[in-house]
């Protein structure tokens, strides 16, 4: 009697302990998940970036090549022509600069990339720990409702003797 009750105390605390995994493990998840749609959002945002820096790239470029047509039809005002070219300079540093801002955007958007796939495989590994540790609580769950129906038909015999 005193083991069946060990025994059934015993798989109470270890279903309690499957509860709180669970919970834990429910808990992570969501955690992850919050984690992901950040990450998913700043890769959108770092998408937007890029494609304003690629508009703004083409048009530094138009404006370029806008520029040093101005200076090659100026060519015979000295004074016009060094103003434009100062500009055409200024056009071209602004256009250097917006391509390394460009190619770190782009690093920093593969890097964010990565660290989603990383995320993504987390979640994957997670979920797949909770499918484990609920099917377990499920089996504890049946041991235990098959251990009190022998416990209940062992006293319902032992009433009748």
Partial sequence: MDAI???MEALRVEADESAGKVEDLKSKVKSLEQENLQKEQEITSLQHK???LEQEVDKLEGMHN???GEAAESAQHGTQNESLQRKVQLLEEE???NDRVLRET???LRQTDVKAGHYERKVQALETERDQWEQKYEEMAKKYSET???LDD???EIGNI
């Fill in 5 to 7: 009750r060990k025994r």
């Fill in 50 to 52: 890029q494609s304003v």
């Fill in 66 to 68: 806008k520029a040093k």
């Fill in 95 to 97: 256009a250097e600069e």
């Fill in 106 to 108: 782009n690093e920093k």
């Fill in 148 to 150: 009190k129906k022998e």
């Fill in 154 to 156: 062992f006293v319902a």
